[in-house]
């Protein structure tokens, strides 16, 4: 699943071209992703001006001119990617649409906005711009960790009554909104702590060392364009570079990056996902 740094890169790379754009049509191949449009999803759409595009957590949000919000969430395997110069009239089987090719939405100046999904893990819908704070999908979502909120003893008090594993915690999003599986266990080896001690029992100097750890792992992908593992491609269609910095995702069996470190990484299950981490250097 794209994580903060890959929805990050994508905002980015959408911003230049679609902030400020009107949206001449909307073509829905399909009446659901993982929820259903809502009514009159493409009519609400057309004609209407892009005013920003910013985003929570894991999701894109596109301010526009009738004071809606149009939220986005890439799911599990979701890929946003900007189409030059056809209109989406010209846009058929033939000419190049796939079968997971869901949503096509036309720009007044002739760029096209791709939304692919094969798994239809991804959402599509809108809300009002003044009520997104209380809306279900964000009520509930933690601190940001790149606009400066994530902190040592803010990250402290949040773990403070925490019975569950670090690695656990660090991915709820009611803790820390938009770290997923990859950037937990790269943070937890940068600040040398185990993914299976309990959160509860972080101190402050700790505490402070994770913080800065996930918001340096988060700010490094985010310029390194992401982690591209399988599904996941920048708005132009190129991959992330920032998997060949791993330090012990996916390396099993390896030995420990960090110098003076003897240890081998090692792969553990929590919760249904793979945590890796090295249990020599982090404690």
Avoid: W
């Avoid at 949206?23 to 999803?41: C, G, M, Q, S, W």
């Avoid at 920003?52 to 946003?80: C, F, N, P, W």
């Avoid at 030059?84 to 649409?97: N, Q, T, W």
């Amino acid at each position: 699943m794209p994580e903060l740094p890959e929805v990050e890169t994508v905002r980015r790379g959408l911003a230049p071209v679609l902030v400020g754009q009107r949206i001449a049509e909307v073509r829905l191949r399909r009446k659901d992703l993982r929820i259903p449009f809502p009514p009159r999803f493409a009519k609400r759409l057309e004609g209407r001006r892009i005013e920003r595009l910013d985003r929570r957590a894991k999701y894109l949000l596109a301010a526009l001119d009738s004071g809606e919000t149009l939220v986005i969430h890439l799911g599990m395997s979701g890929q946003l990617t900007l189409e030059g110069g056809k209109p989406a009239r010209r846009y058929h089987e033939r000419e190049g649409l796939g079968a997971h090719d869901h949503v096509l939405i036309t720009l007044e100046g002739g760029r096209c906005l791709l939304f692919n999904d094969p798994r239809r893990f991804g959402l599509m819908t809108l809300v009002p711009t003044d009520k997104l704070s209380t809306h279900k999908l964000f009520h509930r979502l933690g601190l940001e960790p790149l606009d400066g909120e994530l902190t040592g003893a803010a990250l402290q008090d949040l773990l403070a009554k925490r019975k569950t594993p670090l690695k656990a915690a660090l991915i709820d999003q009611s803790v820390i909104a938009g770290v997923g599986n990859i950037y937990a266990c790269e943070a937890l080896h940068r600040a040398r702590l185990s993914p299976k001690r309990l959160a509860r029992t972080l101190k402050a100097e700790s505490a402070a060392r994770l913080a800065a750890a996930v918001s340096e792992v988060l700010a490094e992908a985010v310029e390194a364009g992401g982690s591209t593992l399988r599904d996941y491609v920048r708005s132009d269609g190129s991959p992330g570079y920032f998997q060949h910095r791993f330090a012990v995702y996916d390396r099993a069996g390896e030995r420990c990056p960090r110098e003076g470190c003897r240890g081998t990484i090692r792969r553990i299950v929590q919760a249904g996902r793979s945590t890796f981490y090295c249990p020599t250097c982090q404690r």
